[in-house]
């Protein structure tokens, strides 16, 4: 195959880009991601901040640029995110208790319903374990609210919109040795038990000297699925984009039938988070770096 999202899709899986809607008028940025790529996630543009800036008033405007491309461009999109501690309105901030728990249900309500059915997988609630060996939930002001304002987030999203695969996504879980992995596995392993509506695990995968990548990233992703949810990398990039480095990470996703595909966060250097890194598959030119080659020859 001689595309990312083709190659991926000889294996039943799909190969995404994180999409910034101001970036679609880059011609070499819109070419590259339009040919190479079979799934979307909006960067920023469907988070709590941009989807609702002011209570109960939505806005779909970019949320929509991307969603739109993503279609009329034959992709499928992840929903990326819905509860999280981070990039919320400042509205949201200053809630907490029963006001702020009643806001969340709402606007997983209110953002669930503008896409409903369309929608592969939601990313409903993002990076609520802590860093560190304590194995506790983050700190924030949705963990005040009560210890279940997680599956209360699953719950409501179940109801709003059926059709979409539910996720639960963080970072440094990728490690099967690390705390945080084994509190988001117990976490997951008591929601399949309870009957809490969880479909997929979300594994965000940036990848730097600081949270390396190691081979035991295999091990996590099968233990994820042996408790019988599909997962996924979902925000995939490497400090140095280190070829081989990225060639395991794909192997680590064909070698487990759960495992639905790969996003990497953004499409050249220049377009990433953390472009200091030089992390991605493509130079800012638009031209192919040697990690894009090593991906390709794995899927
Ligand atoms: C990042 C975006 O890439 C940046 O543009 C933004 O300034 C901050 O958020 N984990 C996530 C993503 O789930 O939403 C984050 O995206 C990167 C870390």
Known sequence: ?????????????????AIAANRLSDSTYATIAAREFNSVTAENEMKIDATQPQRGQFNFTAADRVYNWAVQN?????????????????WMQNLSGSALRQAMIDHINGVMSHYKGKIAQWDVVNEAFADGSSGARRDSNLQRT?????????????????????CYNDYNVENWTWAKTQAMYRMVKDFKQRGVPIDCVGFQSHFNSGSPYNSN???????FAALGVDVAITELDIQGASPSTYAAVVNDCLAVSRCL????????????WRSEHTPLLFYNNGSKKPAYTAVLDAL
């Open 146 to 166: 009560g210890n279940d304002w997680i599956e209360v987030a699953f719950r409501t999203a179940r109801a709003a919109d059926p059709s979409a695969k539910l």
């Open 1 to 17: 195959e001689s595309t990312l999202g083709a190659a991926a899709a000889q294996s039943g899986r799909y190969f995404g880009v």
């Open 261 to 272: 595909g790969v996003t990497v966060w953004g499409v050249r250097d220049s377009d990433s």
């Open 217 to 223: 990233f295999r091990t996590t992703l099968q233990e």
């Open 74 to 90: 034959g992709k499928e999109v992840r929903g990326h995110t819905l509860a999280w501690h981070s990039q919320q309105p400042g």
